[in-house]
């Protein structure tokens, strides 16, 4: 069978796909996802307590760059407005991320009831511009390296300690490292 056209066979469809690799619109060289991911640096900022919460805050940005200070004091603002009453099924216990990236990051996580993660995003052209993202935002992948270092501690230290929840043991482990 040559090229990718259909053929008929006994009554039947035989195709067969291009190669990927020479598609061009899967050209690897020119796709924007080419040389996109460079490292960042999270780094562990402070403790915080917000009312009954307890924040960690973290920056993230680019090693070379850092995170501008009036970004990291408006992350911290939008958690305090962000996150609910503590009760029952909220538990006090949160962090936040201010990433400095081609637009200013804001976001606010907090864990709820046994095992959800639920987060508050903001993001705008400028500091004094973020708002709301759109509820089906999430992450990017160097905001996950963090998110992925706070899951693995909430399940160690809070619901999977063979010893019983400890909130201090999870509020007191920090992320600092490259992404």
């Known amino acids: ?15 067969k796909p291009p190669a990927a690799r020479h598609h061009r619109a899967m050209s690897v060289a020119s796709s924007p996802l ?6 960042r640096l999270g780094t562990f900022v402070s403790d915080e307590r917000l009312g009954p919460w307890r924040l960690k805050l973290y920056g993230l940005a680019a ?3 850092g995170v501008r200070p009036e970004l990291l004091e408006r992350t911290l603002g939008l958690a305090g407005e962000s996150l ?3 009760d ?5 216990a949160a962090f936040a991320i201010a990433h400095d990236a081609r637009f200013p ?9 046994v ?18 993202a759109p509820e089906t935002a999430m992450s990017c992948v160097w905001e ?19 010893d019983g929840p400890d909130l201090e043991r999870y509020l007191g482990r920090r992320f600092d490292g490259l992404i």
Do not use: C
Request: aromatic residues 8%.
């Open 144 to 162: 996950l390296g963090i998110v992925e270092f706070e899951r693995r501690a909430w399940i160690e230290d809070v619901i999977g300690n063979p």
């Open 63 to 65: 090693p070379e760059k």
């Open 115 to 132: 095992n959800e993660l639920h987060s508050r995003i903001y993001a705008g052209a400028e500091i004094d511009q973020l708002a709301p």
């Open 105 to 113: 990051i804001a976001l606010i996580y907090w864990w709820q009831d």
């Open 84 to 86: 609910p009453p503590v």
């Open 34 to 39: 080419a040389h996109a991911y460079h490292q």
């Open 88 to 92: 029952d099924d909220h538990h006090g």
């Open 1 to 15: 069978m040559d090229g990718a056209n259909a053929r008929m066979r006994a009554g039947s469809t035989v195709v």
